[in-house]
């Protein structure tokens, strides 16, 4: 069975708890799950995937950020249709507008994104934080 990669970028390490804790979700629910920071995430295998995760904080203001995952994000589009991608990620004072917009942009793409809505933890997740990414990757295993 294919891999289940988890994408990120995270600035301060709150996303990369986040992912952690989903591929840890992923192996729980007896699938393989490659978590990758998006530097060195590779296209072509997402484009082969019928599932797989994308996680990025807020940044600028409620935006993805800017350098790495928002050009990465704007490749994934090209391919998503059909796909079910998990969304997640950590933010600060926001409302989670960053989240809605990247939902937004995925269904658009024609993707189906996991629960309809992503995943979000203020800062660093806590112990139920980590538990419902955990629950997110047993999600994203059934797909
Ligand atoms: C440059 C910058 C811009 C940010 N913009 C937002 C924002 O628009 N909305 C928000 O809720 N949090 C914002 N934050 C807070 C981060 O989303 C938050 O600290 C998050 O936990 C960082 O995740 P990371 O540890 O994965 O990098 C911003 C932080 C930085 C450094």
Redesign the pocket.
């Known amino acids: 069975m294919e891999k289940i990669y988890v994408v ?9 708890a ?1 992912a952690e804790a989903i591929g840890k979700g992923i192996e729980a629910a007896g699938r393989e799950a490659e978590v990758v920071d998006v530097s060195g995430a590779s296209l072509a295998e997402l484009k082969k995937a019928k599932a797989f995760a994308l996680g990025c ?7 993805l950020e800017e350098s790495e995952m928002e050009p990465f994000v704007c490749d994934v589009e090209g391919f998503a249709a059909g796909k079910t991608i998990g969304l997640f ?10 989240m809605r917009e990247w939902v937004e942009r995925m269904n658009a793409a024609g993707a189906s994104v996991l629960n309809g809505e992503g995943l979000m ?4 997740p806590d112990a139920s934080g980590l538990a419902q990414c955990e629950e997110f990757g047993k999600q994203l295993a059934q797909v």
């Not at 904080?57 to 935006?63: C, F, L």
């Not at 990620?89 to 960053?98: L, N, S, V």
């Not at 933890?121 to 660093?124: A, D, G, P, S």
């Open positions: 990120y970028w995270s600035q301060t390490g709150n996303t990369q986040m904080p807020a940044m600028g203001v409620e935006v990620g950590a933010y600060g004072w926001g409302d989670g507008q960053w933890c203020q800062e660093m």
